[in-house]
């Protein structure tokens, strides 16, 4: 009888130390759960992103910059005048204008409290690809590409 309850209280023990461990390990697997989902949602929006932004680069105005285009940069026309980039802050781009610059970034015009223009709703995708994408359109970033660029001030 003292071998059966020994082995009982044995056998109890070790569930108990099993479940013990496992309520200890819980938060640990749902960390790594959690960690896990959101590595997967940030690869489903990336992908998403990605897929937005060469949607974009198909139609885009290329904005003549050295710099990355930003969330909430002022959105005007320019042109190159004697080797320099020019923008004529008397020329806003309207609202609902695709952007687009040679480093794979595009975005939205949209227009601030005042009527100033800037870019919202930035998208990326490789500049390799977006390069890819303006030289089959016959346009660069780097070039005086659009629509008003040769008119007269």
Do not use: W
Not at 46 to 58: G, L, Y
């Amino acid at each position: 009888m003292f071998k059966k309850n020994a082995a009982t209280y044995l056998l109890a023990a070790q569930f108990g130390a099993l479940g013990f461990g496992y309520i200890l390990r819980s938060p640990d697997l749902q960390a790594t759960a959690e960690r896990q989902t959101n590595i997967r949602n940030e690869q489903k929006e990336s992908a998403f992103d990605r897929q937005e932004a060469i949607s974009r680069a198909q139609t885009c105005i290329p904005l003549m910059s050295e710099m990355p285009i930003t969330d909430g940069i002022a959105a005007y026309f320019s042109s190159v005048e004697g080797g320099r980039i020019v923008i004529h802050k008397n020329r806003p781009m309207p609202s609902g204008t695709i952007v687009c610059d040679a480093f794979g970034i595009t975005g939205v015009v949209a227009l601030d409290a005042e009527g100033t223009p800037f870019v919202t709703d930035l998208r990326r995708m490789p500049p390799e690809e977006m390069q890819e994408i303006l030289s089959s359109r016959g346009v660069m970033p780097t070039q005086a590409t659009h629509p008003f660029a040769n008119i007269p001030k």
